[in-house]
């Protein structure tokens, strides 16, 4: 048993060192651009994340809880989507055929005041003198 522990307790101390983060610079004249190497006139950035392991646990469970809601949403969302289609599918267009026909009542007849021919369409036209300066 004391075997055991001790080679564990040895192989976390040596991958202790390659746990920790890499020193982040802040590089350029600007300071846009990052580098893990030193660079002229860099500035090295504190990157540790300074959250208890209590903080961190909530932030996943946190995490884990929005996932499961949004995946639950989304299953409503498509089920709706699909109530949807099959309605919109039966649906039948009620109303003139085309643009210009006359406006019936659901026997068919024309209704009061409906029977004049449809406008034209509007059409703008450029002004005379704004074509001729052309």
């Known amino acids: 048993m ?6 564990l307790s040895l192989a976390l101390l040596t991958a202790a060192p390659a746990l920790a983060a890499p020193p982040i610079y802040r590089c350029g004249a600007d300071g846009r651009t990052y580098s893990q190497v030193p660079c002229p006139e860099g500035q090295l950035i504190e990157a540790s994340d300074p959250r208890t392991a209590a903080q961190r646990a909530e932030a996943k469970r946190f995490a884990d809880a929005e996932r499961k809601r949004a995946a639950e949403l989304e299953r409503e969302r498509k089920a709706a989507e699909k109530v949807a289609e099959k309605s919109a599918a039966g ?6 055929a085309t643009p210009d026909a006359p406006a019936t009542t659901s026997a068919g007849k024309p209704r009061a005041g409906k029977d004049k021919p449809a406008e034209k369409d509007f059409i703008a036209v450029a002004p005379k003198a704004a074509a001729a300066a052309r």
């Open 91 to 96: 649906a039948v267009a009620v109303g003139p």
């Open 2 to 7: 004391t075997r055991a522990t001790l080679l």
